[in-house]
């Protein structure tokens, strides 16, 4: 088997590449590069796991970020079980043809209780007083302590949040994919794995928040060109053979679309009060949005109102369609686990979770970073409220409150959807903000733009050494 080193450049697409990124275009002119025609949502989990299962969310079950369980009455998102994609991961069937194969996980999502031999996955500790204490989690238990011991703590602020791509105290722009790319090295020389998939977010962070055409991200540019140059530098020189490829291309946006203000102004979604706060009571609402980008899943409990909640999201500005029954199958979305109804946005579009009227009802974890209690994705975490003062003040009180073990809510965000001026989840109109899979020679390239699905054989031939054939 040849060994292999995928690395996800999270945001990568032949858009960017140019001047500021002299490591990959040496990389890509020595070997080849196909775009990908993006799975639907083109959102971390649903990519992810069509690449390493060679299936689509229809078949894997990732039909987004997150999704409603219907049998809890929950929203439920950033979960971390491998259990949850169903489907042969590629690494069980490469083991099955060399039971010599091994593989590291290095931060690809549904990263827990997976076959992969090592894997490493932010993990929060929530101890019973309410805090949360950054950390990881590994399999094997024991790597934990381990590479941490090596190459200290995660710098978990800058992995998602307002610390993210910026310089702050927590780290530098690019701490958290630096650490994700030593990690590598660390296993590399610990365990050579035949396979090694490693998944760098740092472009993810500022082309939402700045938008793709932002001067800045110039720097963001420069700094994971030198991340992955020396990623594959460091690669060859250990006889490994390195993939690059993304799961999305992020676009320019202008429109916030607040599909559960539509559905709570029509009737139909219920709120509960709690503490003088509004929640969303997804179980007892007739029709509700689980937002992730520019896709929306839409749930019914009352399928009679479903031709009308239609219409109510067709009309809505920066809606691009609105798809159920065998239009969710033609994407591939035909999933217990997708909404009744499934919309998507117009390429300058996205889709907010807000269901509240009045900021000041608004819940205490929407001005939080709180990922895995808000009913949809909020890209609004990248930022600070602009209207705090003395914005590090107030986050270095909360911090000391913290550390001195009392109770304290981090409500720094806020809740102003414009902010945002990039996203992803629909296919771009131009194929050069396709994801994109560069690799050595071969005719594998040959069928650009390639389908998602074949991303999975791809890695398969590399490993295996074998030619592989594009869909």
Not at 144 to 169: N, S, V, Y
């Amino acid at each position: 088997m040849r060994r292999t080193a995928v690395i996800n450049v999270v945001g990568l697409t032949e858009s960017l590449l140019g001047p500021s990124t002299p490591r990959l275009n040496a990389f890509i002119a020595r070997g080849k590069l196909a775009r990908i025609t993006p799975v639907i949502p083109a959102v971390t989990c649903t990519a992810q796991s069509t690449y390493v299962t060679g299936r689509m969310p229809g078949g894997h079950g990732a039909v987004a970020n997150g999704w409603y369980n219907r049998e809890l009455a929950e929203v439920q998102f950033w979960k971390q079980s491998n259990h949850l994609v169903q489907g042969r991961k590629i690494w069980d069937e490469l083991r099955e043809l060399d039971p010599g194969f091994t593989c590291a996980k290095l931060f690809w999502w549904y990263n827990m209780y997976s076959t992969a031999d090592w894997s490493i996955t932010p993990r929060p500790a929530y101890p019973a007083d309410g805090r949360k204490v950054f950390d990881i989690y590994t399999g094997p238990m024991s790597l934990r302590q381990e590479i941490k011991k090596d190459l200290g703590e995660f710098p978990f602020p800058t992995f998602w949040g307002p610390a993210a791509g910026i310089k702050t105290p927590q780290g530098g722009p690019d701490a958290a994919s630096r650490w994700i790319a030593e990690s590598a090295k660390w296993i590399e020389n610990k365990h050579r794995p035949t396979l090694s998939l490693i998944y760098l977010p740092h472009l993810d962070y500022n082309l939402q928040r700045l938008g793709p055409k932002h001067p800045e991200i110039q720097a963001d540019l420069r700094a994971i060109d030198d991340i992955v140059g020396g990623l594959i530098d460091y690669f060859d020189q250990r006889g490994v053979a390195s993939m690059v490829l993304s799961e999305y291309g992020i676009t320019l946006v202008d429109t916030q679309v607040h599909l559960n203000r539509v559905f709570r102004e029509q009737g139909w979604i219920t709120i509960k009060e709690e503490l003088g706060l509004e929640l969303l009571d997804c179980g007892a609402s007739r029709a509700f949005a689980v937002a992730d980008h520019q896709v929306a899943h839409i749930y019914l409990n009352d399928r009679s109102i479903e031709s009308s909640v239609r219409a109510a999201v067709e009309k809505q500005p920066g809606v691009a369609r609105v798809v159920g029954g065998a239009e969710k199958a033609a994407l591939g979305l035909d999933h217990p686990r997708s909404g009744d109804l499934v919309a998507l946005a117009k390429e300058n579009a996205w889709f907010t979770y807000y269901y509240w009227l009045d900021d000041a009802l608004a819940p205490d974890f929407a001005r939080c970073v709180d990922i895995h209690r808000k009913p949809g994705y909020d890209p609004v975490e990248l930022f600070l409220d602009p209207k705090l003062v003395a914005p590090k003040l107030k986050i270095a009180s909360r911090l000391l409150k913290k550390k001195l073990g009392f109770r304290m809510l981090m409500d720094v965000i806020p809740l102003d959807a414009s902010l945002v001026k990039g996203s992803h989840g629909v296919v771009p109109s131009d194929p050069k903000d396709y994801p994109l899979l560069v690799a050595g020679a071969g005719d594998w390239a040959a069928g650009s733009p390639i389908h998602p699905t074949q991303v999975y054989e791809i890695i398969k031939g590399h490993v295996l050494g074998a030619p592989v054939k594009t869909l």
